[in-house]
Structures are given as structure tokens and as C-alpha cells.
């Protein structure tokens, strides 16, 4: 298996425009998550999928992020607008089992850039 | 509020031991995690504790005191592949929230 896919590996975009991260976990785990991390704030979990449902998405900054799994082999977190503070690596991973009784892949990430 | 505490740096010697040490705050406990992150890297799952005690995966060990609010991580035989950041979080009881200290930055010396 590939593992866990990120696309792009970076974004660069300004102030204000839309950016759309995706992910495609690993095939066969019900469980998708996404991280955010920052030298600030270091690792937050901001929402988690199971069998493609949003099942706590409490670590959501704003309403300027959202995310969706429309399938279980695609994710997608869309910032709109973005803004600076956006500035962060976002971080995919999947699971077999809910986190903590399975091990967590994380994909290699998407540094984002938001002038 | 929600406290995740952890040295911010740590320095140890080829083939050494070294424990790196948690201790938390939270509303709500449901499990401990330990993740290795390489500089660049994504992190990396290394252990779960939910239960008090010791968990044993071949160099590395985790152990948990849900009573003192603490755990520790213990890195045996180090390697110079060793170096790297290692974080605790914590899965908080009342939602499905985790919570991530800021991350201990391992140095493995020769």
C-alpha cells in the first residue's frame, strides 16, 4: 500500500483565496483525521471521519475551514477565505480502528503558505 | 484549561536510556498517546496507554499513573535515528478531542 496520500505537498496562495487540501487514506481504515501543526500552537487535531461521517470536528478553528469525505478513499479540508494565521502543515492520517486501539498513519503533510 | 507539560529539551548518549516525562491536566481522560516526529516528518505512532502501568514495545516503553497525571516514555539502547521530537497527547473523556504537549526534542549524542 502507498500509505497515506496528501496532495499538494505545498500551497502557497494569498490572503483571501479558497485552498482545498485532499487526502486519501489508506484503504481499508473507517477512520480519517486531520491535523494542523504550527510552531505556535504545535499539533491540534481539528476533525476526525468514521465510515466517512464527521464524527467530532470540536478542533475546528472557524467556519472558514470545513471538511468532507464523500467516499472512503477521499478527503477533503477546504479553507475559505484563508488567512495568514492559516499558515500551518496539515496533516492526513487513517486508521484501521478509532484512534488509541490502532495505530494512526500519518501522510507526509501539506505546508500551506498564506501570504 | 487543558495542560499538557513536557521538557522542551533533552540530550542523551548513544546506547543510554532516557525517559522523557508527561504530566497532564485535563478534563477528562481517555487514553495517552506517544508520537516520534523526524525533523520535516509527519509524527509517527510509537504507543497508547489507557491503563495504569508499564507497555513494553521492543526499545521503547510507556507507562502511565492516571492517578498522578503522568507518564513517561523510556527509549532504551539509543541510536543516533533516535533524535527527533516525541509528543504526548491526550484523548480527553467528554468529546473525542485530543490534546498534544508541545513536544520533547531528543538530541542522541556519540
Known amino acids: 500500500d502507498a500509505g497515506v496520500i496528501q496532495s499538494p505537498r505545498h500551497e502557497v496562495t494569498e490572503m483571501g483565496q479558497e485552498v482545498t487540501l485532499r487526502c486519501k487514506p489508506i484503504s481499508g481504515h473507517d477512520y480519517l483525521f486531520w491535523y494542523r501543526q504550527t510552531m505556535m500552537r504545535g499539533l491540534e487535531l481539528l476533525i476526525y471521519f468514521n465510515n466517512n461521517v464527521p464524527i467530532d470536528d470540536s478542533g475546528m478553528p472557524e467556519d472558514r475551514f470545513s471538511a468532507k469525505m464523500p467516499n472512503a478513499s477521499f478527503s477533503t479540508l477546504k479553507i475559505q477565505p484563508s488567512e495568514p494565521r492559516d499558515s500551518a502543515v496539515y496533516f492526513c492520517?487513517?486508521?484501521?480502528?478509532?484512534?488509541?486501539?490502532?495505530?494512526?498513519?500519518f501522510g507526509p503533510g501539506t505546508r500551506l503558505t498564506v501570504l | 484549561g487543558q495542560n499538557i507539560d513536557q521538557p522542551t529539551e533533552m540530550t542523551a548518549t548513544e546506547g543510554a536510556i532516557v525517559q522523557i516525562n508527561c504530566t497532564y491536566q485535563t478534563s477528562g481522560f481517555n487514553g495517552l498517546f506517544w508520537y516520534q516526529q523526524h525533523a520535516g516528518e509527519a509524527p509517527t505512532f510509537l504507543s497508547y496507554n489507557v491503563l495504569d502501568g508499564l507497555e513494553e514495545k521492543g526499545r521503547f516503553s510507556s507507562f502511565l499513573s492516571r492517578s498522578k497525571g503522568y507518564s513517561y516514555l523510556l527509549l532504551k539502547e539509543l541510536q543516533m535515528k533516535d533524535s527527533a521530537s516525541y509528543l504526548c497527547?491526550?484523548?480527553?473523556?467528554?468529546?473525542?478531542?485530543?490534546?498534544f504537549g508541545a513536544g520533547t526534542r531528543l538530541t542522541v549524542k556519540p
Open positions: 492520517a487513517s486508521s484501521f480502528r478509532e484512534f488509541g486501539t490502532d495505530t494512526q498513519y
Open positions: 497527547a491526550v484523548r480527553l473523556y467528554n468529546n473525542n478531542d485530543m490534546r
